[in-house]
């Protein structure tokens, strides 16, 4: 059958402040248990919400770099529900007048272009945390009240990878914007999904699942793929689905339905009576907007345009802001005119570096100048691209400069014909074989030959010269 | 309008409070007059009234984001019905 899957995605982002969204609590990750809460996020009787004006321009900035309409009015709702690591019973939410909404995000999946369409971008705090026992769950409120971004998507993503296509570019949007850590481990940054499949001939929606508990992007594109499967199995088979939560268990790689709490949530927004509405002044947006810096799609495209990269090494590097910026430090002043003797090396082996040491390109101790020269000694042959990698390891681990390196390690790369003469003389004298092979027209003896002069050089003669040096001899 | 039965006792479950039969029965009352009030400001014409989502027109303040002051772990935890450690403790909410 030729199902469509139609996928909404809602993600939920702590923003990075100092203090929480409606008091003056620390937000600071990891502290002892209740050791950051008072009457405010408690929700003592009597306390009132004053709102963190840079949770506020951060959702603003949110907004307007997802393409959004900002709100000039704007204001705050409660949302009653009653569980456990909610303290006053409600949620400070925003119902029917987010501060953001009607933008979308361009995305790119499988080489061609997509626009994801944004419903809203709201502001509300997050709850507490609970940690459940055999009998019993302990309550730890220092997360409540924590400034929480809701951001949600049009149901018009179409497949697992577009939705991972869509975070991922969402996820290093927001770090350009510094608005959020954007770390799902400490739970910064959280993804639900809504699931459904249709037909393609049909306009309508399917029955939706909603799908929670993913902790990672390639976790939402495994829950999705599995539910849309296992949606079109039920359909297939003439079944019906029903609309239900399910949770995704990362180590039996399956969804299966929540059980309890759920029985139909009746929220009763209604408009929050402690925070009168909020007006958001046209030159001030205009000031957000200035600050916006540039994001990484449009980095992306002018690395292309500007530098003449690939897409694939363009994304590569400007997926961080940071690895970005050292990229171009590089690109900038590297002298080559193919800027890819450059990119090779940013997105190779130092990437590769910077990623096992899980720190950016500038956390490594190699200076975007250091690796220019390097490039150029590799370039004028004066180190063969074999040594240079050894070269490059000993700049990580001890900053120093490349020059320094090759003259100690004496890496140097013997180019002059005298030099190598002695190399090749033993090498023709240790394998006649060879010798004749070649010379019976076996282009593989060469090679073979050139790799014997190359290890008795101790891999510091030039492969190109001594292959000419052979070619001459035999 | 009457409030039927169903109707106040599914209000009661989502303010998580037990009624009693005389309770229900004043409850209803009260409700009804409530409902009915309701009604008798539907019939107010507002053509001419703009909305408001807050009874002041006033609009906000913010304030700058600066970490104080939270309390002791002492004072939180003080009035908590069940605790331990640093935690409160509550009845298990997950199966
Ligand atoms: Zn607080």
């Given at each position: 059958m030729n199902y469509q899957p139609v996928i909404g995605l809602e993600v939920h982002l702590h923003l990075k402040t100092k203090s929480k969204a409606f008091c003056g609590c620390s937000t600071e990750f990891g502290k002892e248990p209740n050791s950051q809460v008072c009457p405010v996020c408690l929700g003592f009787p009597g306390s009132l919400p004053v709102l963190n004006q840079t949770a506020f321009f951060y959702a603003v900035k949110t907004g307007l770099a997802l393409n959004c309409s900002i709100a000039e009015f704007t204001k705050f709702d409660r949302k009653n529900y009653y569980y456990p690591d909610l303290p006053k019973n409600y949620q400070i939410s925003q119902y029917d007048m987010p501060i953001a909404s009607e933008g979308f995000l361009d995305i790119e999946s499988e080489g061609k272009p997509k626009r994801v369409g944004i419903i809203r971008v709201h502001l509300e705090e997050d709850a507490g945390k609970l940690i459940h026992r055999d009998d019993s769950s302990c309550v730890d409120f220092n997360r409540a009240g924590i400034p929480l971004l809701e951001i949600v998507t049009k149901p018009e993503i179409n497949s697992p990878l577009e939705a991972y296509e869509y975070l991922t570019l969402l996820k290093s949007t927001l770090e350009y914007l510094?608005?959020?850590?954007?770390?799902?481990?400490?739970?910064?940054?959280?993804?639900?999904?809504?699931?459904?499949?249709?037909?393609?001939?049909?306009?309508?929606?399917?029955?939706?699942?909603?799908?929670?508990?993913?902790?990672?992007?390639?976790?939402?594109?495994?829950?999705?793929?599995?539910?849309?499967?296992?949606?079109?199995?039920?359909?297939?088979?003439?079944?019906?689905?029903?609309?239900?939560?399910?949770?995704?268990?990362?180590?039996?790689?399956?969804?299966?339905?929540?059980?309890?709490?759920?029985?139909?949530?009746?929220?009763?927004?209604?408009?929050?009576?402690?925070?009168?509405?909020?007006?958001?002044?046209?030159?001030?947006?205009?000031?957000?907007?200035?600050?916006?810096?540039?994001?990484?799609?449009?980095?992306?495209?002018?690395?292309?345009?500007?530098?003449?990269?690939?897409?694939?090494?363009a994304r590569v590097l400007a997926s961080s802001k940071s690895n970005a910026l050292y990229a171009e430090e590089c690109l900038v002043n590297y002298s080559g005119k193919d800027k890819k003797q450059i990119v090779n090396w940013l997105t190779g082996a130092l990437l590769s570096q910077a990623r096992s040491r899980n720190c950016p390109l500038s956390g490594l101790k190699v200076t975007p100048s250091d690796l220019i020269k390097l490039v150029g000694f590799v370039e004028k042959q004066q180190v063969s691209a074999l040594s240079a990698k050894t070269v490059l390891a000993q700049m990580i681990s001890t900053g120093r400069a490349p020059e320094e390196i090759i003259k100690e390690k004496n890496l140097s790369q013997?180019?002059?014909?005298?030099?190598?003469?002695?190399?090749?003389?033993?090498?023709?004298?240790?394998?006649?074989?060879?010798?004749?092979?070649?010379?019976?027209?076996?282009?593989?003896?060469?090679?073979?030959?050139?790799?014997?002069?190359?290890?008795?050089?101790?891999g510091k003669a030039n492969p190109k010269v001594v292959q000419e040096l052979l070619k001459r001899r035999i | 309008?009457?409030?039927?039965?169903?109707?106040?006792?599914?209000?009661?479950?989502?303010?998580?409070?037990?009624?009693?039969?005389?309770?229900?029965?004043?409850?209803?009352?009260?409700?009804?007059?409530?409902?009915?009030?309701?009604?008798?400001?539907?019939?107010?014409?507002?053509?001419?009234?703009?909305?408001?989502?807050?009874i002041l027109s006033i609009s906000n303040v913010l304030r700058d984001d600066l970490s104080g002051e939270s309390l002791t772990r002492e004072d939180a935890l003080k009035n908590a019905p069940v605790k331990e450690g640093n935690f409160f403790v509550v009845p298990k909410v997950i199966e």
């Open positions: 510094d608005v959020s850590d954007c770390d799902m481990e400490k739970g910064s940054l959280r993804c639900d999904a809504n699931v459904s499949v249709r037909k393609k001939s049909e306009t309508t929606l399917g029955t939706k699942t909603e799908l929670k508990n993913m902790n990672s992007f390639k976790g939402v594109r495994d829950a999705l793929a599995y539910e849309i499967d296992r949606q079109i199995e039920v359909l297939g088979s003439g079944g019906k689905l029903i609309q239900e939560t399910r949770l995704w268990d990362p180590q039996k790689l399956k969804t299966h339905p929540m059980r309890s709490k759920e029985e139909a949530m009746d929220y009763r927004y209604f408009p929050e009576p402690d925070l009168p509405p909020f007006v958001i002044a046209k030159d001030k947006c205009a000031q957000i907007k200035r600050e916006i810096p540039e994001l990484p799609r449009q980095k992306v495209l002018r690395f292309m345009k500007e530098y003449n990269l690939s897409a694939y090494d013997i180019c002059d014909e005298s030099s190598l003469e002695a190399f090749i003389e033993e090498a023709i004298k240790e394998n006649p074989k060879s010798v004749k092979d070649y010379q019976q027209g076996k282009q593989n003896a060469l090679m073979f030959l050139v790799g014997q002069t190359m290890k008795k050089s101790k | 309008m009457q409030i039927k039965e169903d109707t106040l006792n599914y209000l009661a479950h989502l303010g998580r409070i037990e009624l009693e039969a005389q309770e229900s029965k004043i409850l209803s009352g009260q409700l009804k007059d409530i409902l009915d009030f309701i009604d008798q400001l539907k019939k107010v014409d507002i053509k001419d009234v703009s909305a408001t989502s807050h």
